[in-house]
């Protein structure tokens, strides 16, 4: 089955330590995107990507970094920069070349603690 | 900034009820989608309406769109216990610089007692 999968579930790291957020999906979808949830909070864009090799910050893309060298992954690295860094982190993809209509398809989020 | 804000907050209701949320936004939309969330999970489509559309539905859901209002609500009719779930509204900027982006709201928690 097609779908986004998001490793690893559960992550904690120490104050400090930069720490990467794996997001891979087998939808052939051209346009990826990461988002942070904080409790009880709607999702917040960090950063997207409409095709290979590029990408675009989103509303709170400092502190955060990623890449697309491959249409499959979109990984997200949370540096030491990123002062409140403990969230749930959902990755979405769409088929966005297609049209402006095309819903997100999320994965199951990797809930990050850092203490 | 987050252009959806949805009311209310928190709905309880009991199984077989009808459970209806709604959102507003500030300014000029493509579309307006809404996703459902099970607690821990990501988020999953339920539908999504258009600007030059006034409502659409899908099984049990029925969603309206007023541009002169800003706003849309989500009916959930014969509510079920599985349809607790956090519901968020999603906001596609009509052009601009915001390509592609959806703006989430803050969601409405519904729980459903059997």
């Known amino acids: 089955d097609g779908g986004i999968t998001q490793s690893p579930k559960y992550l904690f790291r120490k104050e400090g330590q930069n720490v990467t957020l794996s997001c891979e999906q087998n939808?052939?979808?051209?346009?990826m995107y990461w988002y942070r949830q904080d409790p009880g909070q709607g999702l917040r864009l960090i950063y997207y990507?409409?095709?290979?090799?590029?990408?675009q910050k989103g509303d709170i893309a400092e502190g955060y970094s990623v890449s697309r060298e491959k249409k499959e992954s979109f990984p997200l690295t949370v540096t030491s920069a990123q002062k409140n860094p403990t969230a749930f982190y959902l990755c979405?993809?769409?088929?966005?070349?297609?049209?402006?209509?095309?819903?997100?398809?999320f994965g199951n989020g990797t809930r990050l603690t850092v203490t | 900034s987050q252009q959806g804000e949805e009311d209310p907050q928190a709905l309880s209701i009991q199984e077989g009820e009808n459970a209806t949320m709604n959102c507003s936004y500030k300014?000029?939309?493509?579309?307006l989608q809404w996703y459902r969330q099970n607690s821990g999970r990501g988020l999953v489509h339920l539908i999504l309406i258009r600007s030059n559309e006034r409502e659409k539905h899908s099984g049990r859901l029925r969603v309206t769109l007023d541009t002169s209002k800003k706003s849309s609500s989500l009916l959930i009719t014969a509510s079920r216990a599985a349809d607790t779930a956090s519901y968020f509204c999603a906001t596609l900027h009509a052009g601009g610089t915001s390509y592609g982006k959806l703006t989430f709201g803050q969601g409405t928690i519904l729980t459903v007692h059997p």
């Open positions: 990507s409409q095709i290979v090799n590029d990408f």
């Open positions: 979405a993809s769409n088929d966005q070349g297609s049209s402006y209509n095309s819903p997100l398809h």
């Open positions: 300014t000029s939309i493509n579309n």
């Open positions: 939808l052939n979808h051209d346009a």
